[in-house]
Nanobody, 121 residues
Framework: QEQLVESGGGLVQAGNSLRLSCAASGRSFGSYAMGWFRQAPGKEREFLATISYNNLIYYADSVKGRFSISRDKHRNWVYLHMSSLKPDDTAAYYC???????????????WGQGTQVTVSS
């Protein structure tokens, strides 16, 4: 069964960095685009970044220059490196897989359970 599992979340002070990891299993996701989203309490799910099967990358303006997405297709891992974190970055962070890269969460077929990131001021 296909499964995405995020890890690496936690409590961090503003200005610091954090790297989230997403382990994909149950099938080969090498041909899939992988994306990262987040959702804060009371807010809609927000697109952050996506990386296509051939490593084309797109970022949301809100995180461009601070967040970096990468993948290891052979090991079915996707990463989100976050730097210069702000209290507004506090949210549950999700990785997801889609047949093609998209900023629209509806395009993603598989989702992880999320990992919480809390940024203190």
């Amino acid at each position: 069964q296909e499964q995405l599992v995020e890890s690496g979340g936690g409590l961090v002070q503003a200005g610091n960095s954090l790297r989230l990891s997403c382990a994909a299993s149950g099938r080969s996701f090498g041909s899939y685009a992988m994306g990262w989203f987040r959702q804060a309490p009371g807010k809609e799910r927000e697109f952050l970044a996506t990386i296509s099967y051939n490593n084309l990358i797109y970022y949301a303006d809100s995180v461009k220059g601070r967040f970096s997405i990468s993948r290891d297709k052979h090991r079915n891992w996707v990463y989100l490196h976050m730097s210069s974190l702000k209290p507004d970055d506090t949210a549950a962070y999700y990785c997801a897989a889609a047949k093609s890269a998209s900023t629209n969460s509806d395009a993603y077929e598989y989702w992880g359970q999320g990992t919480q990131v809390t940024v203190s001021s």
